[in-house]
């Protein structure tokens, strides 16, 4: 655990920009996955199941890498290491909007999340093992990406119509090469691990755990919601290009869930916003999958931004704090990228076999055990046991 002299009033802004490019390149495409999917099925004519496939054989890539990469983080060369992942990446890239065949794809996409797991899990690591502040870093990261998506939920509607898959993995290289110059700001060499402090969390192993679990069962709901935001508008009378504005219209909203975050920090402990949008995107659900209603559906799609953005800081910064060498914090990444990556599988599969009806059944549940989880988490030790740190818990 980090005490009050471990906590610098501010982070290095280069640090934090830098932090910043890593995570966009290596989450982009999470946040695209709408168009990934949509574009696969226009330009190949695949099935709602086969294109989740592709979508999601990236996303295991990259949540597998994360996973795999987060214990040797400390000993590799941070900037050095990114580069190479970013040129894995963009290679990828370049030959998936070249590439026609399903069997192919499979095997780029999943080469591209290899690079974007690297990437995605430095961004974290960063954070955890230089910066003070983990909420309000991890606030601003997902200011950024609310940002961004306003731009690119626009444009990747625009071009993944008029070119399908080709024109949606074209736009993510350009996008990459825009961020690749600000990873020079991090700088190569890691950060020397500091004393191992794990017998200071009770067992932080055990609670690393449990979080893991509860980031990948609330991320699966989300993500496969929000990868069939197309079906979903269009089964309450909407064209895809009115859930693409709907689409824009949320990230420029979900704006003010990143911000609370950023604002807030911990000045409410974590109890009370962590209880807030698990039981706040359970009547998402239930709206999404219930109501057909194209107002009701516009509101629940900009609520699950808002809660989505508000959500993350706070399950990334729960993880920064079991360790200061970005270890926890990378897995908590990965926790999320494999829920991402399940989330379009999870979706199709229940709504093919059982409909919308089960789906929501099965996503409030979810959603429910992963807060239960987070209970445990916050009770089982390192909250309960250094209430005078900077990072306590304020609901007692």
Same mark, same amino acid.
């Given at each position: 655990m980090r005490d009050k002299s471990d906590n610098p009033v501010r982070d290095p802004a280069s640090v934090v920009i830098g932090a910043i490019a890593f995570h966009m390149i290596g989450g982009l495409v999470v946040q695209m996955s709408?168009?990934?999917? +949509?574009?696969?099925? +226009?330009? &190949?004519s695949l099935s709602e199941r086969d294109a989740g496939i592709v979508a999601s054989v990236e996303l295991l890539a990259l949540a597998a890498t994360a996973i795999a990469i987060a214990p040797f983080l400390s000993r590799l060369a941070t900037r050095r290491t990114g580069l190479l992942a970013l040129l894995v990446t963009l290679i990828a890239q370049a030959a998936s909007i070249s590439d026609t065949t399903w069997t192919a794809l499979v095997l780029l996409r999943g080469l591209a999340g290899i690079g974007e797991g690297v990437l995605y899990a430095i961004s974290l690591s960063i954070v955890a093992s230089r910066c003070g502040n983990p909420e309000k870093v991890f606030g601003y990261f997902q200011l950024v990406c609310a940002i961004a998506s306003v731009v690119l939920f626009s444009v990747g509607g625009e071009v993944t119509a008029a070119f399908a898959h080709r024109g949606i993995f074209a736009l993510l290289a350009v996008v990459m090469l825009v961020f690749a110059p600000l990873l020079f700001l991090v700088p190569n060499a890691p950060k020397a691990e500091d004393n191992d402090v794990s017998s200071d969390t009770g067992s932080p192993a055990f609670l690393g755990f449990l979080l893991f679990i509860a980031i990948v069962l609330y991320v699966t709901v989300s993500a496969g919601l929000f990868a069939f935001s197309g079906p979903l508008g269009?089964?309450?009378?909407?064209?895809?290009? +009115?859930?693409?504005?709907? &689409?824009?219209?949320?990230?420029?909203v979900g704006l003010i869930g990143a911000g609370a975050a950023t604002v807030l920090n911990v000045q409410w402990g974590r109890?009370?916003?962590?209880?807030?949008?698990?039981?706040?995107?359970?009547?998402?659900?239930?709206? &999404?999958?219930?109501?057909?209603?194209?107002?009701?559906?516009g509101v629940a799609v900009v609520a699950s931004a808002v809660?989505?953005?508000?959500?993350?800081?706070?399950?990334f910064g729960l993880a920064a704090t079991l360790d200061r060498s970005g270890r926890w914090a990378a897995a908590a990444g990965s926790a999320h990228l494999l829920g991402f990556a399940i989330g379009p599988i999870f979706a199709g599969t229940v709504i093919a076999d059982t409909g919308y009806?089960?789906? +929501?059944?099965?996503?409030?549940?979810?959603?429910?055990?992963?807060?239960?989880?987070?209970?445990?988490?916050?009770?089982?030790g390192f909250v309960r046991k250094h209430r005078t740190d900077r990072y306590p818990d304020a609901t007692t």
């Amino acid at each position: 655990m980090r005490d009050k002299s471990d906590n610098p009033v501010r982070d290095p802004a280069s640090v934090v920009i830098g932090a910043i490019a890593f995570h966009m390149i290596g989450g982009l495409v999470v946040q695209m996955s709408p168009f990934v999917v +949509a574009g696969l099925m +226009a330009g &190949l004519s695949l099935s709602e199941r086969d294109a989740g496939i592709v979508a999601s054989v990236e996303l295991l890539a990259l949540a597998a890498t994360a996973i795999a990469i987060a214990p040797f983080l400390s000993r590799l060369a941070t900037r050095r290491t990114g580069l190479l992942a970013l040129l894995v990446t963009l290679i990828a890239q370049a030959a998936s909007i070249s590439d026609t065949t399903w069997t192919a794809l499979v095997l780029l996409r999943g080469l591209a999340g290899i690079g974007e797991g690297v990437l995605y899990a430095i961004s974290l690591s960063i954070v955890a093992s230089r910066c003070g502040n983990p909420e309000k870093v991890f606030g601003y990261f997902q200011l950024v990406c609310a940002i961004a998506s306003v731009v690119l939920f626009s444009v990747g509607g625009e071009v993944t119509a008029a070119f399908a898959h080709r024109g949606i993995f074209a736009l993510l290289a350009v996008v990459m090469l825009v961020f690749a110059p600000l990873l020079f700001l991090v700088p190569n060499a890691p950060k020397a691990e500091d004393n191992d402090v794990s017998s200071d969390t009770g067992s932080p192993a055990f609670l690393g755990f449990l979080l893991f679990i509860a980031i990948v069962l609330y991320v699966t709901v989300s993500a496969g919601l929000f990868a069939f935001s197309g079906p979903l508008g269009q089964r309450v009378g909407l064209s895809t290009s +009115a859930v693409g504005y709907i &689409l824009t219209i949320s990230a420029l909203v979900g704006l003010i869930g990143a911000g609370a975050a950023t604002v807030l920090n911990v000045q409410w402990g974590r109890t009370l916003p962590i209880s807030a949008f698990c039981f706040g995107y359970g009547v998402v659900v239930l709206v &999404l999958c219930l109501w057909r209603d194209p107002l009701a559906y516009g509101v629940a799609v900009v609520a699950s931004a808002v809660l989505y953005y508000f959500s993350l800081p706070y399950l990334f910064g729960l993880a920064a704090t079991l360790d200061r060498s970005g270890r926890w914090a990378a897995a908590a990444g990965s926790a999320h990228l494999l829920g991402f990556a399940i989330g379009p599988i999870f979706a199709g599969t229940v709504i093919a076999d059982t409909g919308y009806t089960r789906l +929501a059944a099965f996503s409030v549940a979810m959603t429910m055990t992963a807060w239960g989880l987070a209970m445990v988490v916050l009770s089982g030790g390192f909250v309960r046991k250094h209430r005078t740190d900077r990072y306590p818990d304020a609901t007692t």
